[in-house]
């Protein structure tokens, strides 16, 4: 898995965001390249403000960090059509422009903090991470929505 914290990395994928198209139709799923943008970014949302979302109860927190969060930060790379988070599901229409200069604005902030930053970082689901899984967790992410509009 790419390291997101490099400089190398953190352009490739913004460069790819730079090859969207508002009119880009999805190899699979329903959002349009808005909706994506604005899906990817809730992850930094969650990263930098989760006061913005409802705290977790402890039986939810439970299942997240010893289930999911491993599907999450493993190389492994997630399915076509998975299940979303309700906090990530974007139904609505989101500019575009908008959505996209501000994903590119979490993913430099993202690398300019860099691994040092997240070591033992706190995640709002799955409790501390390590550099490692919050790299994966950032670069899979982004990776596979990316492809899902073919760039």
């Not at 959002?31 to 403000?49: E, G």
């Not at 491993?70 to 974007?90: A, E, L, M, R, W």
């Not at 070591?119 to 709002?124: D, S, T």
Request: charged letters at 25%; proline letters at 4%.
């Amino acid at each position: 898995m790419k390291d997101i914290f490099k400089q190398d990395v953190s352009d490739e994928i913004i460069f790819r965001i730079g090859n969207l198209r508002p009119d880009l139709k999805p190899l699979w799923g329903k959002m349009n390249p808005a909706q994506m943008l604005a899906h990817c970014n809730v992850t930094y949302v969650y990263t930098y403000t989760p006061e913005n979302f409802k705290k977790r109860n402890l039986f939810l927190k439970f299942i997240l960090k010893n289930f999911i969060k491993n599907y999450v930060v493993s190389d492994k790379p997630y399915s076509k059509n998975g299940k979303t988070g309700p906090d990530f599901i974007i139904s609505d229409n989101r500019e575009f422009e908008k959505e996209k200069a501000l994903l590119i604005e979490n993913i430099q902030k993202t690398q300019k903090l860099g691994a040092g930053y997240f070591e033992g970082k706190e995640n709002f689901s799955f409790g501390k991470m390590t550099a490692k899984e919050w790299s994966t967790l950032f670069y899979k992410h982004l990776d596979h929505h990316l492809s899902q509009f073919g760039v």
